[in-house]
């Protein structure tokens, strides 16, 4: 498995911006599909975004399409997931996950690895 650690979460107001960011450790990432979930209190763990181990594949939920964007550095073992326009409706706490498998990639079920997540919190 490959052991992952977020950061970047924080406290911002509606509007602002955010970059989320996941380091990898483990021989293993560069062949890995990366995602990210969140969840919300009283709430399921919910896909957010996920992207294939060479960049080409990328898949955004509705709520955040045009509004985040995921990208990866396999030299530096890096995940980065940039959140503009936030709202209220995001504050989570923001998981990333890495996956073996090339198919339901938007279900946590087929994530091996998770990182410990970060407070993302939106005050309106």
């Known amino acids: 498995q490959v052991q992952l650690v977020e950061s970047g979460g924080g406290l911002v107001q509606t509007g602002d911006s955010l970059r989320l960011s996941c380091a990898a450790s483990?021989?293993?990432?560069?062949?890995?599909?990366m995602g990210w979930f969140r969840q919300a209190p009283k709430k399921e763990r919910e896909f957010v975004t996920f992207?294939?181990?060479?960049?080409?594949?990328?898949y955004y939920a509705d709520a955040v399409r045009g509004r985040f964007t995921i990208s990866r550095d396999n030299a530096k073992g890096t995940v980065t997931l940039q959140m503009n326009s936030l709202g209220p409706e995001d504050t989570a706490v923001y998981y990333c996950?890495?996956?073996?498998?090339?198919?339901?990639?938007?279900?946590?079920?087929?994530?091996?690895?998770w990182g410990q997540g970060t407070q993302v919190t939106v005050s309106s």
């Open positions: 996950a890495a996956s073996k498998v090339t198919y339901g990639r938007t279900r946590a079920e087929n994530y091996d690895s």
């Open positions: 483990g021989r293993t990432f560069s062949s890995l599909s």
């Open positions: 992207i294939g181990w060479d960049g080409g594949t990328i």
